[in-house]
């Protein structure tokens, strides 16, 4: 792209500068907005070739009043979940973070508030945005997470600068529920399930009745398929926390 820059200006050829640059802006919103492509940082969606049949469920912006149904159905089916806990959440419910933990889940960090303008902040503003949320998921729980998942899947320079600088490993999805846009069941389930694969990280919301009924739909079909529901950490043979 930035030969075709050059070759543009010193060409004189206007009409390529202006088409190259709406292709570059094109891509650079294109990648700012798929998290799968890492266009700006290195981001773990999936696991590819995984020895065994497995998966990864995620459950974004708990804890919640609905994570207890779902962690008790986790532990009925004996299956581990990640969970991108939004910090302020944990403020309001440090005991089901706890119980995350000691259900044998693992947590990791969400941002401290899951601002709407989380594409827009600098990169001073996001480190504040992960460094709260770590300092309270840690003095909660005792474990400071490495695993980010940005609000909304964005990355851009000053997610990808700030993560650099914490020393964090990105965390996307290959598989996306859709359940907090969907609001047929079955339709969530059938969207899961058609693209399915072995080493996908499958994202979902602690934060719905919704996606409670799904999982209660979801996995004893896992289960059933032979599939083996596994941490982040344990998919990705990652450390989900600081030593
Ligand atoms: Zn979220």
């Known amino acids: 792209m930035a030969l075709a820059f050059a070759y543009a200006i010193f060409s004189g050829s206007w009409l390529f500068f202006v088409t190259s640059l709406l292709i570059l802006l094109g891509f650079t919103t294109w990648g700012a907005f798929d998290i799968r492509l890492g266009y700006f940082l290195r981001v773990f969606y999936r696991k590819k070739n995984p020895a065994a049949k497995q998966v990864a469920l995620t459950f974004d912006d708990g804890p919640s009043v609905f994570t207890p149904p779902v962690l008790d159905l986790?532990?009925?089916?004996?299956?581990?979940?990640?969970?991108?806990?939004?910090?302020?959440?944990?403020?309001?419910f440090p005991d089901i973070a706890n119980r995350i933990l000691s259900d044998g889940h693992t947590i990791a960090n969400h941002t401290f508030s899951h601002t709407t303008n989380f594409g827009f902040l600098s990169t001073e503003q996001v480190i504040a945005e992960l460094e709260t949320c770590n300092n309270i998921i840690s003095a909660t729980v005792d474990r400071r997470p490495t695993f980010f998942r940005p609000p909304f899947g964005v990355t851009n320079p000053s997610v990808a600068k700030a993560v650099q600088r914490l020393g964090l490993q990105t965390i996307g999805w290959s598989n996306r529920s859709l359940d907090t846009v969907i609001k047929d069941e079955d339709r969530i389930l059938r969207r899961v399930l058609r693209k399915l694969q072995s080493g996908d990280i499958i994202l979902l919301h602690d934060t719905t009745q919704r996606t409670v009924n799904v999982l209660r739909k979801i996995l004893p079909m896992l289960k059933a398929e032979g599939y083996v529901c596994v941490s982040v950490d344990d998919l990705l043979n990652l450390q989900a926390y600081e030593a």
Do not use: M, P, W
């Not at 986790?74 to 309001?92: M, N, P, S, W």
């Open 74 to 92: 986790l532990r009925d089916f004996d299956f581990k979940a990640t969970f991108f806990c939004i910090g302020k959440e944990v403020q309001h």
